[in-house]
């Protein structure tokens, strides 16, 4: 059974930017998303993905992912997916052996900033670069299949 073992966290400032590795633009929707799982179509230049995942809140969850051929991604995400589309850039950085994961959200959930960490195994120590601030892990607000139904836009 495939596992994500992930943290999330706002940004106390932008000093990552000078760190970042790689920077990739994505679409993803969502075709099904309950209390109990999700499924969704992501699409970054010429690929696409089928991602099945539990809806557990916290750090551990079930998750599976198949790439697609990226004409059948473009015509889900299209037609299937609830809207709004969910559009980032996701940037990479390396902190300490490990890969943070930098989603800078445009759209409907424009000026939203998350960064995540995905570990090999719960408990797994890792070091917090100094922009990294309150973590969000368990505030639902923050999954992506939640700013599809509520975008940050809408937030108070």
């Known amino acids: 059974m495939a596992k994500e073992i992930e943290h999330k966290f706002l940004l106390k400032n932008d000093d990552w930017r000078t760190q970042t590795t790689r920077s990739s633009l994505y679409k993803q929707g969502y075709m099904v998303s309950d209390n109990s799982r999700s499924v969704r179509i992501r699409v970054s230049g010429d690929t696409a993905w089928l991602n099945i995942k539990s809806a557990t809140i916290g750090t551990l969850r079930q ?21 709004p589309i969910i559009e980032k850039t996701r940037h990479l950085v390396t902190y300490k052996q490990h890969t943070w994961e930098i989603d800078e959200f445009t759209g409907d959930n424009d000026k939203l900033i998350v960064a995540e960490i995905e570990l090999s195994e719960v408990g797994e120590h890792f070091e917090k670069p100094s922009w990294i601030g309150q973590e969000v892990t368990t505030d639902i607000r923050y999954y992506n299949n939640s700013l599809c139904k509520n975008p940050y836009k809408n937030w108070k």
């Open 63 to 83: 998750e599976f992912e198949y790439e697609i051929p990226i004409e059948d991604g473009i015509e889900i995400l299209n037609t299937l997916c609830q809207k």
